[in-house]
């Protein structure tokens, strides 16, 4: 008969614990410094943050892919043909986020959003540096904050904040 | 799909718990012996073994070489390891027990959360260009997911915190569960955002703890148990990674793996989703087209307990057990795999007719 | 209930000590069309996708198949994602072979890859604490106690070091191109884990594999000819335990034997005609010779002196250069799958072995515990 | 031109762990002078360190089964290693890499460094015993929380004995 949840039947020595005190821990860190090849389609995209300019890629059908992929996400076919896009966009879906992590690009509150980039089909996920999130809305217009010295990553974006102008 | 029918004739998950002492290939164990002891079989009658765990969850390379073994290895045995979470471990069993020339697998899927920050480790899971730099966190894509839904109109921050309310109430009868706070949704409501539109609720905790299944061909079942459980439909598929590609408000390959598996051939009565957010359950809902007539989660699903890498193969052990104790007829489970629904299996489960 | 399943395509990248031309999706894209290309087929003929690799710490991204799932076609479709250490591209073959056997699918695709240079091994085999021993350094025990127990002469590992180097100048994808490789330059190149020479090890590379694995209507369609999965296995035994015997592990053993059963082979240096075997450092082909049966106990190095393993010898092993010539960890195994079903397709280019009919692939990991190993034909048995 | 363009990524995660009980009972009694093992309660065999179960058996073993092995005990393998440098090695000078199977226990302690004779006279069969570290500098630090501990806190290394060596026959089965 097939019964119970955790079944024990016939099992002598289980000897499950629960949770104990912290009296025995052991704290390890893994860390290590990859360093990563880009390849054409991604390389040229980082390389263009430097110059301010953000990139997608264009698929037969016509999309423009942003970030953009060496295939096409739906099918597997290969990309290639880099076109520019925004800089500016509009953002879809955020989250707000009250207390950042270690490993968030800003130190203080901010949105996490999918901004769709002018030209863009899809939508690029990245940080929106605005002062609350009363000031976060779906439609709302943003441009980039580019980084002061770019080191070719995808945070050479430092942000997106509000676009000024009174657009939107 | 082939033409074998295969049944689940034993299973065992360790409580989980928010922090346990004991080692993976322990808890391993512990679940092993418990669904070996269940299926009323032997070791040595088992013909192939699987498992499914993740190295990073303690970060070790090669931490899933030691729960080998838990699996029994001498004699060595014929055995393969996913990535992924048990439920697929059962997937690649059942496909190899379709060969015909064995008859028993073990199954078993683990991890242990607790030594890790979620926040902190799981960027680590995303595209290593676009995404990983940015420290995208689990609970930020869910916002990000649950807002999409809350913008189609289809649910409202009401219905997570029901969501998060039931399964509450159903994992304080599951003695494997963890989480049985609180379970009023208007004081559920009135906490603070963690990221809005989520509070801390809606989002799975991460536990510790080991699932197993004994899987069997309809013949053996037949002699192991008056009760088998049959594997009716069995299917997966995965979507695309980038959040920004596709819409997260949906799961589409949800909804073809269900089709696949023949949810929609026949009624169920049980669902045991393994919805990680309170809006990623009625996504899952959707997508499957459950009507309110279902059990969802009458386990308390993984916002009750979510040891990560057997969440889904808890979520077929729990729909099993229900078609075993004639619960119900007809039960499916749900598991995932990747943020936001990116990979998703569907599993379709019957008593004897 | 079991239904015929053949390699229909193969492709593997260029290896190298670093691609930093490519991104990880393009590394493994590269072999994967390269196997579509080989099949005639294209992205969309895939029915589901099955990705190997070893351990995520050494590019350092947690199961990076959620990310390369639709750089390979899945999307929409099943994806597996399959560790299994060392042995994990053999095994992943295997896994993909059982999705076409059981009927499930009618045509999969297989990857296996590793990007070494991203990170680094010696550390991932660490853990990432220092005091690493590397795979040498645990391995070197045991092939200590092989010299030993086989009264094998030191120069049989320089032999087996010369030889996969040479073989591999026949390979156009093999990183090493040692064309100035000799007995001397191995016996003379540092000690990096005593018995275990500089040379003797294998290097650290860049690379992926890719198969296509179809039935019997994908083989008949396929322009070029099939490798049948005629037998496969995996055998997997417990890391370290008291009594095991880890210069023959009991898991090699019967997982020799079950793909000879399966296969018919009842003498199998006789009825097999090439063999890709996992040899990581040069002493591992004596003793996958003997701890497969196909060399008697102490009579694996005999093989390697006489010449017979070499590529116009009697038994060849590792025609392609082997592991000792290209090793990026997760392909590595799929590698020895993939140039052994290319023996039998007699598509194996200057490294074929004429008339090659029946060939043997095997892969190995973890603490020489886990076994994956595949017999191919050119006939359907 | 290839596109070589290259992207740095400093991974750092941490992870805090629970020993397990049978790693911590290891740890005090190496701090006290004793190397606990698990004698498995159905084949006999003695694992050292303890594992808390028995994986050819596959059954679970408790404080009941630990057994105190000796401190002595054989060379059944080992090899030196040149360190390869990595991020975090500090290791820059080749060292003995030995398995050394206890009196007492049927499976070997990994790893151990072997003092008392120069580097290319180790070798198996050569008897050695535990070199213990003074009282006040041993510690229960360092271990793993993996389900094997290791003696690194207590013990600085095995030394030669200078008896007889032990026959190959008599460990052959226990070269790991």
């Not at chain 2, 649950?146 to 599951?174: I, K």
């Not at chain 2, 299917?235 to 793996?257: C, K, N, Y």
């Not at chain 3, 399959?82 to 994990?88: D, F, L, P, Q, Y």
């Not at chain 4, 060379?75 to 975090?88: D, E, L």
């Amino acid at each position: 008969m097939l019964t119970g949840v955790t079944s024990s039947t016939g099992v002598a020595n289980l000897i499950y614990r629960p949770t104990v005190p912290d009296s025995q821990t052991v704290t390890t860190t893994l860390e290590f410094p990859y360093r990563r090849s880009l390849g054409p389609v991604v390389g040229g995209f980082m390389r263009a943050l430097g110059e301010h300019r953000i990139l997608g890629v264009r698929t037969p059908a016509g999309e423009v892919l942003v970030p953009p992929l060496e295939y096409d996400p739906r099918t597997g076919a290969a990309l290639e043909e880099l076109v520019d896009v925004g800089p500016g966009g509009v953002v879809g879906s955020w989250a707000w986020v009250a207390a950042p992590t270690r490993r968030h690009p800003l130190d203080h509150p901010f949105a996490f959003a999918l901004i769709t980039l002018d030209g863009a089909s899809t939508a690029l996920v990245h940080a929106v540096d605005v002062a609350g999130e009363g000031a976060m809305r779906a439609g709302m217009r943003v441009v980039p904050r580019w980084r002061d010295e770019p080191q070719g990553r995808i945070t050479d974006i430092e942000a997106f904040v509000p676009e000024t102008g009174g657009q939107g | 799909m082939p033409a074998t029918d295969i049944a689940i004739v034993g299973w065992a998950q360790t409580p989980a718990v928010a922090r346990t002492d004991a080692t993976e290939p322990q808890l391993c164990m512990q679940a092993n012996l418990a669904a070996i002891a269940m299926a009323g079989i032997e070791r040595s009658d088992i013909g192939f073994t699987c498992a499914g765990s993740c190295d990073y969850l303690t970060g070790g390379p090669f931490a899933f070489v030691q729960n080998l073994d838990a699996a029994g290895a001498w004699p060595p045995i014929a055995e393969s390891h996913v990535e992924m979470d048990g439920a697929w471990a059962l997937y690649e069993a059942w496909v190899r027990l379709q060969h015909g020339d064995i008859d028993v697998a073990l199954v078993f899927g683990s991890g242990k959360s607790s030594p890790s920050d979620p926040a902190e480790l799981y960027p680590q899971q995303l595209d290593p260009y676009y995404l990983e730099p940015l420290g995208l966190d689990p609970a930020s894509i869910a916002a990000l997911q649950a807002r999409a839904l809350l913008d189609t109109g289809r649910a409202t921050e009401r219905d997570f915190a029901e969501v998060v309310a039931r399964s509450r109430r159903d994992a304080r009868t599951n003695p494997n569960a963890h989480v049985r706070d609180e379970d009023d949704p208007e004081r559920l409501l009135a906490a603070p955002y963690t990221r809005n539109p989520l509070r801390a609720h809606d989002v799975a905790p991460v536990s510790d703890g080991a699932a197993a299944v004994v899987l069997a061909t309809a013949r053996r079942a037949r002699q192991l148990t008056e009760h088998p459980v049959f594997i009716r439909g069995i299917d997966h598929r995965v979507d695309v990674h980038q959040p920004g590609m596709r819409d997260l408000a949906t799961s589409p390959s949800t909804a073809d793996a269900a089709r696949r598996a023949g949810l929609g051939d026949a009624p169920v009565e049980v669902a045991e989703l393994a919805a990680v957010s309170s809006p990623q359950e009625l996504i899952v809902r959707d997508a499957m087209g459950l009507g309110d007539g279902v059990a969802v989660n009458p386990s308390g699903g993984p916002l009750g307990a979510n040891p990560v890498m057997a969440t889904g193969l808890i979520r077929i052990i729990e729909a099993a057990r229900r078609v075993a104790d004639g619960t119900a007829r007809r039960a499916v489970a749900h598991a995932t795999n990747g943020q936001a629904l990116q990979h998703n299996l569907v599993c379709v489960l019957e008593g004897e007719s | 209930m079991s239904r015929p399943a053949a390699i229909i395509g193969v492709g593997q990248t260029k290896h190298a000590k670093a691609r930093a031309d490519l991104s990880i999706p393009g590394l493994c894209r590269e072999a994967a069309g390269r196997a579509l290309a080989d099949a005639g087929l294209d992205w969309p003929d895939i029915e589901a996708v099955v990705i190997g690799k070893a351990p995520d710490a050494f590019e350092g991204i947690m199961q990076p198949e959620l990310f390369l799932a639709d750089a390979l076609g899945a999307t929409g479709k099943p994806m597996l994602r399959v560790h299994t250490a060392g042995s994990v591209g053999g095994s992943t073959v295997i896994v993909a072979s059982h999705l076409v056997e059981s009927g499930i699918h009618g045509r999969v695709l297989a990857v296996a890859w590793e990007k070494q240079s991203e990170g680094n091994a010696q550390w991932g085999l660490a853990g990432g604490r220092s005091g690493g021993i590397g795979a040498g350094g645990a391995f070197a025990p045991y092939i200590r106690a092989y010299m030993e127990r086989s009264r094998a002469p030191e120069y049989i590992g320089w032999q087996v070091a010369v030889k996969d180097r040479l073989n591999a100048l026949k390979n156009p994808y093999a990183h090493l191109q040692l064309a100035d490789i000799s007995l001397e330059k191995v016996k003379e190149s540092p000690m990096l884990w005593d018995p275990i020479h500089f040379l003797e090890s294998c290097p650290s590379s860049d690379g992926a594999c890719a198969v296509v694995i179809g039935d019997e209507d994908a083989a008949a369609a396929t322009p070029r000819p099939p490798a049948w999965v005629v037998a496969t296995s995996v055998r997997s035994e417990p890391s370290t335990f008291p009594g095991r015997d880890a210069v023959r592990p009991q898991a090699g053993v019967d997982c020799a034997h079950d793909v000879y059963r399966q296969a018919g082979i009842t003498d199998p240096k006789a009825q097999i005609d090439v063999a890709e075997l996992y040899v990581p450092f040069s002493w591992y082909e004596p003793m996958w010779l003997e701890g497969h049966d196909i060399a008697g106990a102490g009579e694996g190095w005999k093989m390697v002196d006489s010449g017979e393993t070499d590529l116009g010898g009697a038994f060849p092993v590792n025609p392609s250069g082997g592991v000792l010539s290209t090793n990026a960890i997760g392909a590595s195994g799929m590698l020895r799958m993939a140039e052994a079903a290319n023996q039998v397709r007699g598509q194996a280019g200057e490294h074929q072995v004429d008339g090659a009919r029946v060939s043997l692939g095997q892969a190995y990991g973890g603490n020489a515990q886990y076994f994956a190993m595949a017999i191919f034909s050119s006939t359907r048995s | 031109m290839a596109d070589e363009t290259m992207m740095d990524d400093l991974v750092t995660l941490t992870y805090e762990e629970l020993l397990p009980p049978n790693t911590v009972r290891f740890a005090e009694a190496l701090v006290d002078g004793r190397i606990l093992g698990q004698r498995c309660h159905v084949c006999a065999r003695v694992y050292v360190p303890p594992k808390g179960y028995c994986p050819l058996d596959v059954v679970l073993l408790d404080a009941d089964d630990d057994v105190e092995v000796s401190d002595r005990g054989v060379v059944t393998g080992f090899t030196i290693v040149a360190p390869v440098r990595y991020y975090g090695q500090t290791k820059t000078e080749p060292f003995v890499y030995a398995s050394v199977l206890l009196d007492g226990a049927s499976g070997t302690l990994g790893g151990q460094d072997i003092t008392g004779v120069p580097t290319d006279q180790v070798h198996a069969g050569m008897r050695v015993r535990a070199v213990w570290k003074p009282k006040e500098e041993r510690t229960t630090k360092g271990q793993s929380a993996r389900g094997w501990g290791n003696v690194e806190g207590c013990i600085s290394s095995f030394e030669a004995t200078g008896e007889p060596d032990v026959p190959r026959a008599e460990f052959e089965e226990h070269v790991i």
